[in-house]
């Protein structure tokens, strides 16, 4: 064979990987043969059925080989591979091989069967036999599109095939009841859902010649029902409380007197009684029962009912909802008598040793022993009293795993051997780990570990399920019989609550889905006559059950032979169950109907394999070298006698140096096989190292949780509740570090299986999942070091730790003579970093297989060095911790007792004198100790902290005399340190900038991972964020900080709490509040807050802000000083409550002082005027709702002195008055036609008044020029507009930079334009929904200042306009917000009561005076800008010819300068401010003018129904100017006499666009054009130029004011009166309007004939 092999090596150009040998199964020395005629081609995959084979090669081709009759003769035999070519150009991903079947998946997962197909197992209907590969459709009925099932896996038994979907679902064809269907029609040929796991996470299948099995998921714990407190059927407590005299008893072994709900499915239920498995195979029942049985069925009516699958009491996942088992054989009975019955029997150490012996749950092999196999035979008298007794117990609590009475007969042995023998005898027990009274007193404590269980049920039932699969498992224990719970035992439910570790990680979390999972159940179904299924019974199942006795057991691969099936575990241990004829489990123990462990010699098993009646084990020898176990038949052929034994335990069969490294065995029928792989340059064996040591690290993690950890965490008295908290912590991170290793020993298993890239190695895709793990791990373990965990560990775990004392020497590795308890524990704990230093190994190892340019080269060596890095600085992070807790044992004390914290660790500290306080006391002493967090500064008695976070470190300069001192700052303490020698302060002043700088980043626990470890950085920043709470500072005392620090001062955003509710958050300068901020203060009384959001300088409100008071006032305006200073607006009360009012004004240091509008709505009074400490003080306005006027004196809140009254019918009061409404004094009283009273008057008005005076009765001449002149006086008392709003102008003067008005540095004001500018814009960045798109724009063309060099010309000046034009759109430029203000305080002086018509001229005087000063803010701005009324030089020439309407001389340019050249503040800024004005102002000019605009509307309307010809002959017009045709829609029609409103109607639509305007330029402009249609439409009649003269036109422009039909005509004329620019009163514009204005009252005097 040597040489044919060698030189087929070299034909293969030494292809060193997927090599495959066969060998035929049964015999125990043998020599695998190579498979020939595999030229060159790497097999990943390999499946065999009973005689013949698949493989599978790296390009996705499959070959078969061995017997194929669906393709050949029958007894022909294939003996090299042949390739299926109907499956080439599909990519094969997986293969598997029934006894006389094929499938194949593509990479699509598509699905391929050929083969024997008599029983439907190729999905193909009425054909025998399938010979060639064909294509088997799987479609998902459920959805509505019939979508094809993508498929991952396959399994093939003898008539039925699996298949494992992508979503994790489980399809089956073919017959018999191992396909786990709800059906009885066979054979099923097309492929159809295992509706019973749909839903469930199906990792892995395998297919036994017979029955199935499967591996699943559990369910994440939150999905878990909560255990019910009342059974479902009889509504009894299921947690049961009994009080007796000295203790209590605690039981949830409730047991359902009513029986079990039975699945439908299957219908003969015979009753059944607990029975054994004599070795005949036939089970004792009921009938055959040897007289004991019955009478306790009679007596206490003990039905035991079967059911097939799950009981209806069970979940259907698996989890009990009750203590009713829910598989096999369901046993009930009324506990009561049990327990009777059970006291009359013994007493109650027996219930303690049953418990005892079917709780513990055996882990070790060597505890397996003990279990024997079962008792066959007739029992003696004194057995089959505790035969009855053990099936009494077992129904009254329902066992809770499918092992219905093996348990039972299992622990009976043992209690039989217990009570039979004496106790000394009983020691002698083979296998007995502790002589008798140490055996009770442990089973004692076992039981009171139970029992705190059931105490813990209520706290949280997450951690007590995840508990219970792991350790001492209750699911196989006799629940609560009489458990009497000890006094100890409430002190322990009765203590804390703290939260109980789950030591299995309850998280699902990133681990879970990136490796394989852990938490798995094994489900099984199908034939089960040789116990195949594992449920302790020799029944078939229709539908998958799961296999409760390997809950929690962590199995991660399943394989299923003919007659059995095997599991292996994440700790490299098999279960094995099922036929054991040939030997085929690996044990001798015997029921073999529930999985046992298989008894391997190799070191850990990592792969198995079922044949058809034998196993192969793959177990890692010496060197980490692959080895393969046998068992099973043995055929040995000595003197040619074929006799048939079989192995008593698994034997080697071939080590790793005959054939290579063996990645994967198959077995089959009669043949095995083996993929092997050549050891080139070492790969091959660093990866079997790296996943062989990482399985037995599993191991050992493992038996620390299991043996070590668990026990620890169940003692007493564990000292405070701290110190239990910390040791949970480690714990549950132990226990998550642990789940992590056992899942990467599992991936590496089957990466070993597979193409085996490093690049997929999962420490190097997913290196963080490691790295934080142990980094976490890290920190929990040395917090608990620190805390002194360890040694207070040793204490309560004394006797617990001496008893084990050789266990923990042989897991922590250490076997020194006297070790210290604490030292093993140590060890222990900190075993795990170890590995880091093997990962970092092996990855150089496998790295110097590649060549160094490549990229896995690059990958492996990165990673190595993390893992290296990480180790270094794990070690590094202990030392810290070691060196901590000395510090901590040398300087015990209060003081330091106070300071000590778990993820405190000590830097340096100075009792070695080393470091001084300056100018200290001769006799003080100053003790400094620098941990990672905090710098302490101890003296006597008392100790002060300070948080790293803010505390700022430099070194002094020499010069000053201070020689090596270092200056310290914190918020509210600086000091200096002296350092003895200048080597000690720099020691001092790197240490504390190192602790400082890691405090900030909090990346202590953290490192570069990949960075050649972290260097640290000299100087921690100046600038920080941080958060301090103030201990002393008298403003801030007790405060809390959240913000940015600048050198021991809060500096830039941050948020501030006091310690009474008050709370700021916004900017601060230099440690105080500065800038934009909002600040809460809770009103105690109101239970509410007050609330201000604006502006603060140095820790005070100042500058722009909005207060909501508590009580529900609201103050927009200015502050100063804290204070209301300024212009602001105060809002009082809403609408219903008792006084709502409005002011609006000056302010003077909190109170209203100067000029100010106050609106009382409820009494319906609007008062403006001079205020003086809140009161209204001086010249005053006051206007009521109902008409009536006052303007005069006010003093303290009253009209005192001079003032003059005028109701809403013109009666006028002009006199001395002494309160409000009340006159009194001398006066005159002029009645509305004139007539006027002198004399002395007292009264309130309006409630009669008494008069001492002359009456007087003018002439009708008199009253024409009397009346006018008593309303002319109005506004003489008033306050001169000037002096209104003076607030609102200086606040924008100081906003430029400027003390007074006019006084200040013109640049200056520009700076603080653009600052004001970019700061707002800097503030709505947060908030962009306050900026549109046109308001950024407008924005950032407002940061350009218009540049003025050389004569100022129109250009310029419409620059300027332009550029207010913007500024006022805007409120976050100054100006814009002065606009803003004026409308505001304009708008809520003149609408509502202020709507009053006498109000109208001081609302026009108002607005000339903003003009005037808003003029000259702009002049201070554009120095060149001429002064009101000069003229702008003109520079082009214009043609000299324009004719003027009204004269025939061309008008030179002196007489009317051209409107738009001369400079006025009308011109320049009505455009700005006249429109948001115009509401207000119209309104008063309307009603101001209400009669007249009566009249003249009447007149409007009568003369409208006139035709056009009547019209325009009515009103004298000139037949000449009559238009002859008029056009009517674009046609020309001739003028009738019938016409109506189609003369002129050009111009008078032009006219009526008077009203769309809003400035008096802008609507002389529209009369200018009106006039100029007019001349238009003559022309186009006329034919002729002409020359108008004032009679001609007239008449025509009468015409068309008169059907342009201006309702407010009136008020358009005032306004444009009162505010048209002076200069144009002579201009052609100022004529027309004098037109417009004669129209207007010629119309009112109109006299109709």
């Known amino acids: 064979m040597d040489s044919q092999e060698r030189s087929s090596e070299e034909a293969e150009g030494a292809k060193e990987r997927g090599l495959v040998y066969v060998w035929k199964a049964g015999s125990c020395s043998v020599t695998p043969e190579r498979l020939p005629g595999l030229s060159g081609k790497t097999v990943l995959q390999a499946a065999l059925g009973i005689h013949h084979g698949l493989l599978l090669t790296e390009g996705g081709e499959v070959y078969s080989f061995g017997k194929l009759p669906w393709r050949s003769r029958p007894e022909e035999r294939v003996n090299s591979p042949i390739l299926e070519s109907t499956l080439l150009g599909h990519r094969i991903i997986t293969v598997a091989a029934g006894s006389f079947h094929n499938g194949a998946v593509t990479e699509s997962g598509v699905v391929y069967m050929w083969g024997d197909n008599s029983a439907g197992q190729c999905a193909v209907a009425n054909q025998p036999c399938v010979p060639e590969p064909q294509l088997v459709s799987i479609c998902d009925s459920e959805t509505s599109p019939l979508l094809s099932v993508r498929i991952l896996q396959l399994a093939c038994g003898e008539e039925h095939t699996l298949a494992l979907s992508l979503s994790r679902e489980i399809w089956a064809w073919g017959s018999g009841c191992q396909l786990g269907l709800i059906t009885t029609t066979f054979p099923v040929t097309k492929p159809q859902k295992v509706e019973h796991l749909a839903g469930r996470v199906v990792l892995q299948i395998a297919c036994g010649a017979y029955h199935s099995l499967a591996l699943v998921q559990c369910l994440p714990v939150q999905e878990m029902k909560p255990i019910p407190e009342r059974c479902n059927h009889c509504s009894q407590p299921l947690i049961t409380m009994t009080d007796k005299e000295d203790h209590v008893i605690i039981s949830d072994s409730h047991c359902c007197p009513l029986g079990v709900a039975l699945s439908d499915n299957q219908p003969e239920n015979h009753v059944f009684c607990p029975s054994s498995d004599t070795p005949g195979g036939?089970?004792?029942?009921?009938?055959?029962?040897?007289?004991?049985?019955?009478?306790?069925?009679?007596?206490?009516?003990?039905?035991?009912?079967?059911?097939?699958?799950?009981?209806?009491?069970?979940?259907?996942?698996?989890?009990?909802?009750?203590?009713?088992?829910?598989?096999?054989?369901?046993?009930?009975?009324?506990?009561?008598?049990?327990?009777?019955?059970?006291?009359?029997?013994?007493?109650?150490?027996?219930?303690?040793?049953?418990?005892?012996?079917?709780?513990?749950?055996?882990?070790?092999?060597?505890?397996?022993?003990?279990?024997?196999?079962?008792?066959?035979?007739?029992?003696?008298?004194?057995?089959?009293?505790?035969?009855?007794?053990?099936?009494?117990?077992?129904?009254?609590?329902?066992?809770?795993?499918?092992?219905?009475?093996?348990?039972?007969?299992?622990?009976?042995?043992?209690?039989?051997?217990?009570?039979?023998?004496?106790?000394?005898?009983?020691?002698?027990?083979?296998g007995s780990r502790s002589p008798g009274p140490e055996a009770l007193k442990d089973s004692r404590e076992e039981q009171v570990r139970l029992e705190s269980m059931q105490g813990k049920k209520s706290s949280s039932l997450v951690d007590i399920r995840e508990e219970e699969s792991e350790g001492g498992s209750r699911r196989l224990s006799l629940p609560g019989l009489l458990s009497q719970v000890s006094p100890r035992l409430l002190r322990k439910v009765g203590r804390a609550k703290m939260r109980t570790v789950a030591l299995t990680p309850t998280y699902s979390g990133e681990a879970d889905a990136l490796l394989p999972s852990l938490r798995t159940e094994v489900w099984s179904w199908g034939k089960g006559k040789e116990g195949q299924l594992g449920h302790g019974d020799v029944l078939p199942r229709l539908q998958p059950l799961c296999v409760k006795s390997l809950d929690g057991k962590e199995v991660i691969h399943l394989s299923a032979g003919g007659h059995h099936s095997l599991a292996l575990t994440a700790k490299s241990q098999v279960y094995s169950w099922g036929s054991n004829i040939s030997g085929q489990l690996g044990h001798l123990n015997s029921p073999t109907t529930v999985p046992r462990l298989a008894k391997v010699c190799g070191d850990g098993i990592w792969t198995t394999a079922a044949g058809l009646d034998y196993s192969l084990f793959l177990a890692d020898e010496k060197d980490f070298q692959p080895g393969l176990y046998y068992c099973g038949q043995e055929t040995s052929t000595e003197n040619n006698l074929n006799e048939n034994s079989c192995t008593k335990s698994p034997i080697l069969l071939l080590a790793c140096s005959k054939i290579g490294y063996i990645s994967n065995v198959i077995a089959g029928g009669d043949n095995c096989l083996a993929l092997v792989d050549k050891n080139v340059m070492g790969y091959i064996a660093s990866l079997h190292e790296l996943a062989a040591t990482e399985r037995r690290f599993y191991f050992k993690l493992s038996e620390i949780?299991?043996?070590?950890?668990?026990?620890?965490?169940?003692?007493?008295?564990?000292?405070?509740?701290?110190?239990?908290?910390?040791?949970?912590?480690?714990?549950?991170?132990?226990?998550?570090?642990?789940?992590?290793?056992?899942?990467?020993?599992?991936?590496?298993?089957?990466?070993?299986?597979?193409?085996?890239?490093?690049?997929?190695?999962?420490?190097?895709?997913?290196?963080?999942?490691?790295?934080?793990?142990?980094?976490?791990?890290?920190?929990?373990?040395?917090?608990?070091?620190?805390?002194?965990?360890?040694?207070?560990?040793?204490?309560?775990?004394?006797?617990?730790?001496?008893?084990?004392?050789?266990?923990?020497?042989?897991?922590?590795?250490?076997?020194?003579?006297?070790?210290?308890?604490?030292?093993?524990?140590?060890?222990?704990?900190?075993?795990?970093?170890?590995?880091?230093?093997?990962?970092?190994r092996t990855l150089l190892k496998l790295a110097t297989c590649f060549e160094v340019a490549s990229p896995e080269y690059q990958k492996l060596q990165d990673s190595s060095s993390c893992y290296e890095n990480l180790a270094v600085h794990l070690s590094r992070k202990m030392k810290e911790a070691e060196y901590t807790l000395g510090f901590w044992k040398t300087f015990p004390g209060k003081m330091t007792d106070s300071l000590r914290k778990p993820e405190r660790r000590l830097i340096c500290e100075s009792s070695n004198r080393a470091l001084s306080l300056q100018h200290a006391g001769r006799f003080s002493v100053n003790w400094f100790i620098l941990f990672n967090d905090a710098l302490v500064h101890a003296q006597f008695s008392t100790h002060h902290i300070f948080p790293l976070s803010t505390l700022w470190v430099e070194a002094l300069s020499e010069e000053a005399g201070n020689v090596n001192g270092l200056k310290i700052t914190t918020p509210e303490e600086q000091f200096v340190l002296v350092s003895s020698t200048p080597q000690e302060k720099t020691k001092w002043l790197r240490a504390i900038s190192q602790a400082v700088d890691q405090a900030l980043r909090g990346t202590s626990d953290m490192i570069l991972y990949g960075a050649g470890g972290n260097v640290p950085r000299q100087e921690p920043p100046i600038s920080r964020s941080a958060k301090y709470t103030f201990y002393k500072d008298p403003r801030f005392k007790d405060a809390v900080y959240d913000g940015r620090w600048l050198s021991g001062k809060p500096h830039g955003r941050g948020i501030l709490k006091w310690a009474d509710g008050r709370m700021y958050s916004g900017t601060f300068r230099t440690g105080l509040e500065d800038g934009y901020g909002e600040y809460r203060v809770p009103n105690k009384a109101l239970n509410k807050e007050d609330h201000y959001v604006g502006y603060w300088k140095e820790g005070k409100m100042c500058g722009h802000g909005v207060y909501s008071y508590a009580t529900g006032e609201v103050y927009e305006g200015c502050f100063q000083d804290n204070m209301r200073h300024g212009h602001g607006l105060l809002r009082s009360g809403k609408l219903t409550s008792s006084s709502p009012s409005m002011f609006i004004g000056q302010w003077i240091m909190d109170k209203k002082s100067g000029y100010g509008v106050f609106d009382d709505i409820t009494r319906g009074e609007k008062y403006m005027g001079m205020w003086q400490d809140d009161l209204c003080q001086g010249n005053?306005?006051?206007?009521?709702?109902?008409?009536?006027?006052?303007?005069?004196?006010?003093?303290?809140?009253?009209?005192?002195?001079?003032?003059?009254?005028?109701?809403?019918?013109?009666?006028?009061?002009?006199?001395?008055?002494?309160?409000?409404?009340?006159?009194?004094?001398?006066?005159?009283?002029?009645?509305?036609?004139?007539?006027?009273?002198?004399?002395?008057?007292?009264?309130?008005?309006?409630?009669?008044?008494?008069?001492?005076?002359?009456?007087?009765?003018?002439?009708?001449?008199?009253?024409?020029?009397?009346?006018?002149?008593?309303?002319?006086?109005?506004?003489?008392?008033?306050?001169?507009?000037?002096?209104?709003?003076?607030?609102?102008?200086?606040?924008?003067?100081?906003?430029?930079?400027?003390?007074?008005?006019?006084?200040?540095?013109?640049?200056?004001?520009?700076?603080?334009?653009?600052?004001?500018?970019?700061?707002?814009?800097?503030?709505?960045?947060?908030s962009p929904e306050l900026l549109s798109r046109s308001h950024t724009q407008t924005l950032e063309s407002l940061e350009f200042i218009p540049q003025h060099i050389g004569a100022f010309t129109l250009e310029k000046y419409e620059n300027i306009k332009k550029y207010l034009i913007k500024a006022c759109d805007t409120p976050l430029h100054p100006l814009g917000k002065l606009v803003e203000t004026l409308v505001a305080v304009y708008r809520m002086t003149y609408v509502g009561v202020g709507a009053n018509r006498r109000l109208l001229q001081e609302a026009v005087r108002e607005i000339k005076s903003y003009l005037k000063r808003i003029f000259q803010l702009v002049r201070f701005l554009f120095p060149d800008l001429p002064e009101e009324g000069s003229t702008i030089p003109f520079l082009t020439t214009e043609p000299k010819g324009r004719r003027s309407f009204c004269s025939g001389k061309s008008d030179s340019r002196s007489e009317s300068p051209e409107p738009g050249y001369v400079v006025t503040s009308f011109g320049l800024l009505l455009p700005v401010l006249l429109p948001r004005l115009y509401p207000p102002l119209f309104m008063l000019y309307a009603l101001d003018n209400e009669r007249e605009e009566d009249i003249y509307w009447e007149c409007v309307l009568r003369l409208n129904k006139q035709t056009d010809l009547a019209l325009l002959s009515f009103l004298g017009v000139q037949a000449k100017f009559w238009p002859g045709t008029v056009s009517i829609l674009g046609e020309s029609r001739k003028v009738s006499s019938n016409t109506k409103d189609a003369c002129f109607a050009s111009a008078v639509e032009c006219l009526q666009q008077i009203s769309t305007t809003f400035t008096p330029a802008d609507k002389l402009k529209v009369i200018q054009q009106t006039f100029e249609e007019i001349s238009q439409s003559v022309l186009e009649s006329l034919q002729e130029d002409f020359l108008w003269s004032m009679d001609d036109l007239f008449p025509v422009f009468l015409y068309v004011v008169l059907r342009a039909r201006i309702r407010n005509l009136g008020s358009e004329v005032h306004l444009i009166e009162d505010l048209m620019d002076p200069y144009l009163q002579h201009g052609e514009q100022g004529i027309m309007f004098t037109t417009l204005k004669a129209c207007y009252y010629q119309i009112q005097h109109e006299k109709l004939t």
């Open 1180 to 1326: 005053g306005v006051v206007v009521t709702q109902f008409g009536l006027y006052y303007e005069g004196a006010f003093s303290t809140n009253k009209m005192m002195g001079t003032g003059i009254l005028l109701s809403e019918d013109d009666t006028v009061y002009e006199g001395e008055f002494s309160d409000n409404w009340t006159l009194s004094g001398k006066g005159t009283l002029t009645l509305p036609n004139g007539d006027y009273i002198e004399g002395l008057f007292s009264g309130e008005w309006g409630s009669g008044i008494k008069i001492t005076g002359t009456y007087f009765k003018p002439s009708l001449y008199e009253n024409e020029k009397d009346k006018p002149k008593a309303l002319r006086k109005l506004g003489i008392l008033a306050v001169s507009p000037d002096e209104k709003w003076k607030a609102v102008f200086e606040e924008c003067w100081n906003q430029l930079g400027c003390e007074s008005p006019g006084q200040g540095d013109r640049w200056k004001a520009w700076d603080n334009i653009a600052v004001a500018l970019t700061t707002n814009r800097r503030q709505h960045k947060d």
């Open 705 to 840: 949780k299991s043996q070590v950890l668990r026990p620890l965490l169940g003692l007493d008295n564990l000292g405070n509740a701290n110190t239990i908290q910390l040791l949970q912590e480690m714990a549950s991170r132990f226990s998550k570090l642990c789940y992590l290793i056992g899942q990467h020993g599992a991936s590496l298993s089957s990466f070993l299986h597979g193409v085996k890239e490093a690049r997929s190695l999962a420490i190097l895709k997913h290196s963080s999942l490691f790295l934080d793990s142990y980094t976490e791990y890290c920190t929990s373990v040395t917090n608990f070091l620190v805390m002194g965990g360890f040694t207070l560990l040793a204490k309560p775990a004394i006797d617990f730790l001496s008893k084990n004392q050789e266990l923990l020497q042989k897991l922590s590795e250490r076997n020194e003579e006297n070790l210290q308890l604490v030292e093993v524990l140590n060890a222990l704990f900190f075993m795990p970093f170890g590995r880091l230093h093997n990962y970092a």
């Open 282 to 430: 036939k089970s004792v029942t009921a009938g055959q029962s040897e007289g004991f049985q019955k009478p306790l069925v009679e007596q206490h009516g003990l039905v035991g009912l079967e059911s097939d699958g799950p009981s209806g009491l069970s979940s259907s996942d698996g989890q009990e909802d009750s203590g009713i088992s829910s598989s096999g054989n369901t046993l009930l009975s009324d506990k009561k008598e049990v327990k009777e019955y059970l006291i009359g029997l013994s007493d109650n150490s027996l219930n303690e040793s049953l418990n005892k012996n079917i709780c513990t749950e055996p882990e070790q092999p060597s505890q397996e022993e003990q279990l024997g196999a079962c008792i066959p035979g007739p029992p003696g008298s004194s057995t089959s009293t505790l035969n009855s007794l053990v099936a009494s117990c077992a129904s009254a609590v329902g066992v809770r795993v499918a092992a219905t009475y093996e348990a039972g007969a299992l622990s009976l042995k043992k209690v039989m051997n217990f009570y039979g023998t004496s106790s000394s005898e009983s020691g002698s027990q083979s």
